[in-house]
């Protein structure tokens, strides 16, 4: 049984879409230790950390850092920021081991949630506090500064339960010289997750989450920053983030049912860095450098079409940059500003589903929703900006046959930047015999553009001035506050990305066997594919690409103390943009092996491949031992894994070149 597809428990083999479900047992036997890992069993998805310590997660995937084409669900809670259109795994406030389930809908989904479900989409469900039994404590370390710490705490109520956890991680990262420098990549993260679930009566039922996260990362230098300035200090990016839901569910009867679901979610982070700028003459730190913090030189940018290299052309003579320049020469000290980049996320949601069995052969799920989204950024927006939105959607289920299943959606919605969509879907599954099905699904779907996207606005100020720039900012620099002199500002008139897909896929059940086939073709147009950040900013809707190829996921048990589980993706990508081949692998699988061979003892092993990331091949062994024993009333579980690279390539890019393998021991004790 699967929910995430069409928003209703069904048959997996009645589903409209592909599916892959990671279980609880397939989590614990990964030995992942971080949630995004356990997504590498997903066939045809990347799973990599491309900047040291970022991990970049996404379906059928194109850009390196780009994650803005899937969309996340933790709970129900979109975690798809519309600020930069992103999903921050440091930052999700959840442990991986407060997960049950994860589901992933492999092909477009907004037919069901709306824009941004592009790609695909992963529906990740928490542990239900009622199905928990006892509390309890782990601890693990290893290599590369790995200390963790998981704290879970369960209280059983008359007509419900509690469960509250608290998590630390935190790590080294590789840290491995790269042309003799080390590159920053450690990091902390801190999460918090509650709930509290209450059965009113044999009708309804209230959950209530709350949590949130905490995060310090060491983030490596900008090259464009570093190609005019010296960093004091590597810079340090810090987030946090919070949220609050509520959700009540109501059975009208066995074949009726009405939830409600809102939330509210704030997040917030910041990258801070000090640097003193070199002087754009003589190429030495000095006074000279705060012409890059100087009114003349950003008019003078300006005037010259946003264009670095004519900038600097023109410099020697434009008569008030020049001026400007010999005014510096007078202040006698190097100039160092500290600047940050800054963004606050606000949302409130909500949503009403109505699910109603109208006769024995049809299904129809309902609902409407509403949507406010607020990003404050002084750095990418120049202020505030708002978006609402409104949406209606639907998804029906007509047995029209004892054999056949078709599944019809669709989903309209308005917003303030991109007007109105509507996004559909249409599947038919065929049960040839029993335990084995054919499926042919076809949809449609759009990425709107982001809110940095649309309305971006790019300054970069300096919050602290070394002296004597500090006393003296508008005699110095013509200006205060001062900003950086590159600025960019969106043109305002992109179109959505849109993607057409259609699949044939395959679906069988044997005595201990499970087995998905697809073959599909998908298109997308529209894209934004070039750069948009403060020293290139390209905006451009010209990008495409098309995909076809085939997947497949085998789930073999041949006893309850063995489990095979393989997959396995071939792709052929076509595009007319360089960049969005870079983590377009070719040929991906997983295979993983866990054995309960005693009852105390467990051994696991998995093997991972992508062929190539960026020319890169990835591969990987991990190997997992388990021990549990009790001692008195209290339950303790040993493990111990290895991750080792089976090669010495770097992953993805070339300053990612880590060759350490990765090790750990831990201890869980229930209570």
């Excluded at 469900?125 to 500064?145: A, E, F, L, W, Y």
């Excluded at 299943?405 to 309209?412: A, D, E, M, R, S």
């Excluded at 009852?599 to 091949?617: C, E, G, M, P, T």
């Excluded at 690279?645 to 300053?655: S, Y």
Aim: charged share 20%; with cysteine.
């Amino acid at each position: 049984m699967v929910l995430t597809p069409a928003r209703v428990s069904q048959p997996q083999s009645e589903a409209p879409a592909s599916v892959t479900v990671i279980d609880r047992t397939l989590i614990e036997a990964s030995g992942a230790r971080e949630l995004y890992e356990v997504l590498k069993l997903v066939p045809g998805m990347a799973a990599v950390k491309v900047d040291g310590n970022v991990p970049s997660v996404a379906y059928h995937p194109t850009q390196a850092r780009d994650q803005r084409r899937m969309l996340v669900l933790l709970d129900g809670r979109s975690q798809y920021q519309p600020g930069l259109s992103r999903v921050s795994w440091n930052d999700m406030p959840v442990d991986i081991r407060d997960v049950e389930r994860i589901e992933v809908t492999r092909g477009p989904a907004a037919a069901a949630y709306g824009a941004n479900a592009f790609t695909a989409v992963i529906n990740i469900i928490t542990r239900d506090p009622r199905d928990i039994s006892k509390s309890g404590v782990t601890v693990q370390g290893g290599n590369n500064g790995i200390r963790d710490a998981h704290l879970l705490g369960v209280h059983r109520l008359e007509n419900g339960a509690l469960r509250a956890s608290v998590s630390r991680r935190a790590d080294n990262g590789y840290d491995e010289p790269f042309e003799g420098e080390s590159l920053p990549d450690g990091k902390r993260i801190e999460t918090l997750n509650t709930e509290w679930v209450w059965d009113a009566d044999a009708r309804n039922t209230l959950m209530v989450q709350a949590g949130g996260s905490r995060s310090r990362l060491e983030r490596q230098q900008e090259a464009g920053v570093a190609d005019i300035g010296e960093y004091q200090g590597d810079p340090v990016q810090k987030g946090e983030r919070a949220f609050v839901s509520l959700q009540w569910q109501h059975n009208f009867s066995r074949t009726h049912q009405l939830q409600v679901h809102t939330y509210g979610q704030y997040n917030q982070e910041i990258t801070d860095f000090n640097v003193c700028y070199r002087d754009p003459v003589t190429g030495q730190t000095g006074p000279g450098g705060g012409l890059f913090f100087s009114q003349e030189l950003r008019d003078l940018y300006l005037q010259n079409g946003s264009d670095m290299g004519a900038t600097f052309a023109a410099f020697p003579a434009d008569a008030d940059a020049t001026n400007r320049y010999l005014t510096l020469q007078g202040a006698g000290a190097p100039f160092c500003a500290g600047s940050e980049l800054d963004i606050q996320e606000v949302r409130y949601d909500l949503e009403i589903q109505d699910t109603l069995q109208l006769t024995r052969w049809a299904r129809l799920v309902s609902g409407a929703e509403i949507r406010h989204d607020r990003v404050q950024s002084d750095s990418y927006l120049g202020g505030t900006q708002d978006n609402i939105s409104y949406r209606f959607f639907g998804n029906l289920a007509l047995d029209v046959l004892d054999p056949v299943t078709v599944n019809l959606g669709g989903y309209w919605e308005r917003d303030q930047i991109s007007g109105d969509h509507f996004s559909p879907r249409a599947g038919v599954n065929w049960r040839l015999l029993p335990g084995h099905h054919l499926r042919y699904v076809y949809s449609e779907a759009l990425r709107t553009p982001d809110i940095y996207e649309e309305r971006a606005n790019i300054n970069i100020q300096a919050q602290t001035l070394s002296p004597p720039f500090a006393d003296n900012t508008k005699a110095l620099l013509g200006w205060a506050p001062a900003y950086f002199f590159v600025t960019q500002q969106s043109p305002g008139t992109f179109e959505p990305e849109r993607i057409r897909s259609w699949e044939v896929g395959y679906y069988g059940q044997f005595s201990a066997i499970e087995l998905d086939v697809r073959y599909f073709q998908e298109s997308l147009t529209n894209l934004l594919s070039t750069a948009l950040n403060p020293f290139e900013f390209e905006p451009s809707n010209e990008g495409w690409v098309n995909h076809q190829g085939t997947e497949a996921q085998l789930s073999w048990r041949p006893s309850v103390s063995h489990l095979f589980r393989v997959t396995g993706a071939h792709i052929h990508t076509d595009t007319n943009v360089k960049t969005e081949r870079r983590l377009a692998a070719r040929d991906s699988g997983s295979a993983l092996w866990s054995w309960q061979f005693s009852r105390q003892w467990a051994f696991s092993s998995a093997y991972y491949l992508s062929n190539d990331y960026n020319d890169n091949v990835f591969e990987r062994a991990d190997v997992q031992l388990r021990f549990r024993h009790r001692a008195g009333p209290t339950e303790l579980e040993w493990r111990a894994v290895v991750q080792h690279g089976l090669n010495k390539a770097p992953v993805v890019f070339a300053e990612n070149h880590y060759q350490q393998d990765r090790m750990w021991l831990g201890v869980t004790v229930r209570i």
